[in-house]
């Protein structure tokens, strides 16, 4: 995962290597790794995503949970999942992270949906799919969040079925699934990348090719490669 924070650092984190801080104008750049001696490191040296929100906070999610670190004062919070606690984070690695702008962090899992993170309390609340449900999220296995820059109130959301539009305020989901009779749907849906340009269109990164979604048809102009090559296998992934 790799992360350039406003301040103009570019935070990368790797397979084994824990984090690394970049500055442009440094050849040399500190690194952040896992101590089992030291209890201010970080979890663990496999980073799956990193987020910088507030100044000053990182965020890192791992195979095992959520950290939090105080680049200031060294101090490091963690997050685990607790079967006995249903406020605590849920299961499965923690595949993206995402603050908006009332200061809650929201949390992709790979297995266990949405959490949403008050850090001021430390407990989470959990938004989960339910198949009988279509205003519930479409997957529970999460792979990239994006706040929605035109809206506030709204979270975008990459899943493994399809991409979801949140509204915060009434806590209801808007699918946009992949439909092969439909050539104006979602090209597929393993959804690993949302991006908002500065016209308003969405992008939206698939396993199956590239999208632009136009919000106010929520129609999707699709941009793919050759389309006869499976799906995840090159140029469409």
Not at 1 to 27: E, F, H, M, P, Y
Not at 212 to 231: I, N, Q, W
Request: net charge positive; charged share 25%.
């Amino acid at each position: 995962s790799i992360l350039k924070d406003a301040s103009g650092v570019i935070w990368v984190g790797t397979t084994r290597g824990g984090i690394n801080r970049c500055l442009a104008d440094q050849v040399k750049f500190p690194h952040y790794k896992h101590d089992r001696y030291d209890l201010r490191s970080i979890s663990r040296n496999n980073v799956r995503s990193i987020w910088t929100g507030d100044p000053g906070r990182l965020w890192v999610g791992f195979d095992e949970g959520l950290d939090e670190i105080d680049e200031q004062t060294g101090r490091l919070r963690r997050f685990r999942n607790d079967p006995t606690d249903r406020s605590s984070l849920g299961a499965g690695a923690v595949l993206a992270i995402c603050q908006v702008k009332d200061g809650r962090i929201w949390i992709g899992l790979e297995e266990g949906g949405l959490a949403c993170l008050d850090p001021r309390t430390g407990r989470f609340d959990h938004y989960l799919s339910d198949p009988g449900n279509p205003a519930t999220l479409s997957n529970n296995r999460i792979y990239t969040i994006r706040p929605d820059r035109t809206d506030p109130g709204s979270l975008w959301i990459g899943t493994h079925q399809g991409l979801n539009r949140l509204d915060m305020r009434t806590r209801r989901f808007t699918r946009y699934l992949h439909d092969s009779s439909d050539g104006a749907s979602l090209s597929g849906n393993i959804v690993t990348a949302i991006y908002e340009g500065r016209s308003g269109y969405l992008w939206v990164g698939t396993h199956s090719g590239l999208n632009r979604l136009d919000r106010s048809t929520g129609k999707f102009e699709r941009y793919m490669g050759d389309v006869s090559a499976p799906p995840g296998t090159g140029p469409n992934d």
